[in-house]
């Protein structure tokens, strides 16, 4: 059984990542038929946006959470001056559909309707396991509810696993030196039992992908020993650095060096078998501003020249997933999500890029990437719920890319 689902995942992970994301059934089958017509060997990658689950707001819950706070800013406030009104956030910029929950499935519908519209495949989410210290609970429902929307619009996901955790519970007496291990372990396993088998996980060669984010988990001898106890082959990959028990490393980006460090990482990842490519507009924190540490250092943005210079060498590259930091790190301005700063510019980037590999097959216009917000705007105006089963057709319609259809539905639908 286990071998018919690692069959199954790898045909799944190539024909996602051979066609793009957004490519419908007749284009796949003319690409078949036409082995001439075929689209050029980068469009084999898969571009995967890094999402943080992190994020509670009012009145989806009942407190906002402390990536909007930082302890720092009331978003019960409005800054001064600020129009049109304008939320104190942890942020130097702001999204477009304002101040969010992430465990609202609304938003979620919203978030990956652009994601697909623009031409990403899907999200590596980050994940701070299972236990209930400080927000990791909160982080985790709102995973499962981003991985419920993955599976009903037809995205793909991995996880990035924070394994700081592990000395965050040895610190507060909830785990044990010695135990380190065991509890990763355990926490791959229900990975394992619960979505590395899902058809929309990223496979790479039959093996579910996962990452590990930083240095400051696990060591290099205790993620071998962890990954020698798992039920199956795991393609896994450490940050910046090949560990001993992965495939290869993904890379992230370093503010203090920008393009220097991705060319460092480029150099070194022509040693390995696979390697995850990043792509980034810019890094800029409001750490400083919230007294919670001295800034990590800046990134400028260049007016989008940085993300379409970061995007262009990792589809150029060896490597066959890229990764973009961030879809929503608002704290560290790392976003690509719609923002009232810079709008869809940086979606519109990515469809640009698939434009010219795919041309005419490729038709989403950048107009089509304001549709998921006036359809959040519709789901948020319908309190009674009255319009649910027109606005579900709505995304169902979107997601499969009947364009057409979903903005007649969209002119239909009375606002409450």
């Known amino acids: 059984m286990e071998k018919i689902q690692h069959i199954l995942a790898a045909f799944s992970f190539l024909a996602a990542a051979l066609f793009a994301s957004f490519v419908n059934l007749d284009f796949v089958q003319a690409q078949e038929s036409d082995p001439t017509d075929r689209p050029p060997i980068e469009l084999r990658k898969l571009i995967l946006a890094h999402y943080m689950p992190w994020y509670q707001a009012k009145p989806f819950s009942p407190n906002w959470g402390w990536h909007w706070t930082m302890n720092k800013f009331n978003p019960d406030a409005t800054v001064e001056g600020g129009?049109?009104?304008?939320?104190?956030?942890?942020?130097?910029?702001?999204p477009l559909i304002g101040p969010y929950d992430s465990s609202d499935p609304v938003v979620l519908e919203c978030q990956l309707l652009q994601m697909k519209l623009a031409g990403i495949d899907g999200v590596i989410v980050d994940w701070y396991g299972l236990t209930d210290l400080f927000d990791y609970a909160m982080l985790h429902r709102s995973t499962q509810q981003l991985v419920q929307q993955v599976e009903r619009l037809g995205m793909r996901f991995a996880i990035c696993?924070?394994?700081?955790?592990?000395?965050?519970?040895?610190?507060?007496?909830?785990?044990?030196?010695?135990?380190?291990?065991?509890?990763v372990t355990r926490e791959i396993a229900w990975l394992e039992k619960h979505w590395f088998a899902k058809k929309s996980y990223v496979h790479l060669d039959g093996k579910p992908v996962l990452l590990s984010f930083g240095q400051g988990g696990l060591s290099d001898p205790e993620w071998t020993a962890c990954l020698k106890q798992t039920r199956q082959p795991i393609a896994y990959f450490?940050?910046?650095?090949?560990?001993?028990?992965?495939?290869?490393?993904?890379?992230?980006?370093?503010?203090?060096?920008?393009?220097?460090?991705?060319e460092r990482f480029e150099g070194k990842a022509k040693a390995w078998p696979v390697s995850i490519a990043v792509a980034f507009p810019r890094f800029v924190d409001i750490y400083a501003e919230a007294n919670v540490h001295e800034s990590w250092g800046r990134i400028e943005d260049q007016q989008g020249e940085m993300f379409r210079a970061t995007l262009q060498r990792a589809f150029k590259g060896n490597a066959k997933l890229i990764q973009i930091a961030t879809w929503n790190d608002w704290g560290e301005g790392t976003v690509i999500e719609p923002s009232r700063e810079f709008g869809y510019r940086d979606l519109e980037a990515i469809q640009e890029l698939r434009k010219s590999r795919l041309g005419s097959k490729f038709n989403i216009q950048a107009a089509d990437l304001r549709l998921p917000a006036e359809l959040l705007k519709l789901r948020r105006s319908d309190r009674t719920g009255q319009q649910s089963e027109r606005l579900g057709r709505i995304a169902e319609l979107l997601a499969k890319g009947q364009l057409d259809e979903a903005r007649d539905l969209l002119r239909r639908v009375p606002e409450n």
Not at 83 to 94: F, G, I, N, Q
Not at 164 to 171: F, N, Y
């Open 161 to 183: 696993y924070e394994d700081s955790t592990v000395p965050a519970l040895t610190k507060a007496g909830r785990l044990k030196e010695g135990q380190r291990v065991d509890h």
């Open 83 to 94: 129009t049109p009104e304008r939320r104190a956030l942890a942020s130097h910029y702001y």
């Open 238 to 262: 450490s940050e910046h650095n090949k560990r001993t028990s992965a495939m290869g490393a993904f890379d992230w980006p370093i503010p203090k060096e920008a393009l220097a460090g991705v």
